[in-house]
């Protein structure tokens, strides 16, 4: 593995790496801006840390102009399901509640749990896997994915040759959650290498993963790549699968259907930024950060068509030069019922010649081309960002802000135009690689679901509520 230069400021809390573990667990200094702190700690502004119920406690509320000019938020805390100690939330949307997946310590070690919300209250926690060798880490977390009733998971497993053996396991369940199958592995290549940073996504009733891959790394220099494989199951008809016990009146699952090859996306990738996954169309479409010549490090998509998946390509040519990974990836959202089936946004952290933006780009041709980028955050984003689609084509983007005091979860809604919104604060946090990173959701068709951990003294996943029209542009 290669060291690389430290990266501009402006870039998220992690050293120029060219080895994922090694950059999101190490922390730099970044010009006198403090990018990141000691885990669980920094300053902090307004948290509550308890999760109780109603509004929490510091934010701003209805009609109340936050500090730094940004609006009030309306964002009502519900209880969280994680207990102390919890991290790494994930949401997805379903059924017209929320699943979340989150990682929080336990008797034998570690444990991913999953849960409900329904729009009124939390399923109990079901603990999808539990053990002492998860590979737990604030940039590279698990996830969750609800695919036609099929709850699928992933999370990472250390292989025990190394601090930067670990590799993607995946298990899925029919019955939300109270059996698991056995846990499965995309990659087959044994290398004791870093796999990681998983999109889950579904095309034509074939579930689907998609993973950073390390097997190349083997080699002094050699790269990261993104594969994608079909898992050995389908969302829909077939049989029942192994280990996996199905409730009266849930759609049957299908075991039938082989594991499809591993197929590569991208050759040579950022070693360690997050991808996300789409399907617009019918056609999956997957971003992530690219590293071409010269170490430039812009956002690529790419679109799995009957032949594979499509040549990579720039959603915008930044030209950001870097010498290491950003630990800052993409992300994407894929248009609702009545933004069209083409409409795509993808949001992301970039810092050319030393500028710290968060951008968005829309695309109204299922991701063929973009159109130019829309700037949103205040001047001193850490990115972190995430995307959901409205149903008019707008997007609606969170990302980290930096202050003086700590750092904020700030949103803005983007319509394909230019037209946004004011700034939206919807939490108080730091900027710490233990605040990890915020997570949305679409909760039915008015209102937002935002998780994140709050780091301070014994961290804990919180989740608030927001109802969508707080969001106008102009406003």
């Not at 990974?325 to 994407?332: E, I, K, Y």
């Not at 001193?380 to 969170?398: F, W």
């Not at 930096?402 to 803005?412: E, I």
């Amino acid at each position: 593995m290669t060291t690389g230069k430290m990266f501009p400021p402006g870039a998220d809390g992690a050293p120029g790496r060219a080895s994922c573990a090694v950059a999101a667990l190490l922390c730099a200094s970044v010009l006198g801006l403090a990018a990141c702190g000691a885990d669980g700690g920094g300053a902090r502004a307004g948290s509550s840390g308890s999760g109780a119920e109603g509004a929490a406690a510091g934010w701003a509320t209805a009609g109340e102009a936050a500090d730094g000019g940004e609006s009030g938020s309306l964002a009502d805390e519900i209880g969280s399901p994680a207990g102390p100690g919890s991290g790494q939330p994930f949401l997805a949307p379903a059924d017209g509640g929320v699943w979340m997946s989150w990682t929080e310590p336990s008797s034998a070690g570690h444990r991913v749990a999953v849960a409900h919300y329904d729009g009124r209250g939390w399923s109990p926690p079901a603990t999808v896997a539990e053990g002492d060798g998860f590979f737990v880490n604030w940039a590279d977390f698990p996830s969750v994915g609800n695919f036609r009733g099929l709850l699928v998971v992933h999370w990472l497993q250390r292989g025990g040759q190394g601090t930067y053996d670990y590799g993607v396991r995946i298990a899925w369940s029919a019955d939300r959650g109270a059996s698991w199958s056995a846990p499965w592995t995309p990659h087959e290549d044994g290398t004791p290498t870093e796999h990681g940073f998983v999109s889950l996504f579904e095309r034509d009733g074939a579930v689907w993963a998609a993973w950073l891959d390390g097997r190349a790394m083997t080699v002094p220099g050699g790269p990261m790549s993104v594969r994608a494989r079909s898992l050995p199951l389908a969302a829909v008809g077939g049989v029942e699968s192994p280990g996996v016990r199905e409730s009266p009146g849930m759609a049957r699952i299908g075991s039938s259907a082989p594991a499809g090859p591993e197929l590569v996306v991208d050759e040579r990738t950022c070693e360690c930024c997050q991808t996300d996954a789409g399907v617009v169309g019918g056609v999956p479409v997957l971003v992530y950060r690219d590293r071409a010549d010269g170490e430039v490090r812009d956002i690529a998509v790419s679109r799995l068509l009957d032949g594979g998946w499509t040549p990579g390509m720039p959603v915008h040519e930044d030209g950001w030069v870097i010498g290491g990974c950003p630990v800052n990836g993409p992300a994407l959202a894929a248009g609702e019922a009545g933004a069209g089936e083409a409409g795509v946004a993808v949001a992301w952290f970039t810092a050319p010649e030393n500028r710290p933006r968060v951008n968005v780009a829309f695309s109204e041709d299922g991701a063929v081309s973009f159109g130019a980028p829309l700037r949103v955050d205040e001047g001193q984003p850490a990115g972190r960002v995430d995307v959901v689609m409205l149903d008019d084509g707008s997007a609606l983007v969170t990302w980290l802000e930096r202050g003086a005091d700590g750092a904020r979860v700030l949103s803005r809604r983007v319509e394909p135009g230019g037209g946004m919104s004011d700034p939206v604060r919807l939490a108080d946090t730091d900027a710490a690689r233990a605040s990890g990173f915020p997570r949305i959701a679409r909760l039915g068709a008015d209102r937002l679901m935002l998780a994140w951990t709050d780091p301070a003294g014994e961290s804990r996943v919180r989740v608030a509520v927001l109802p969508l029209d707080r969001w106008r542009p102009g406003s």
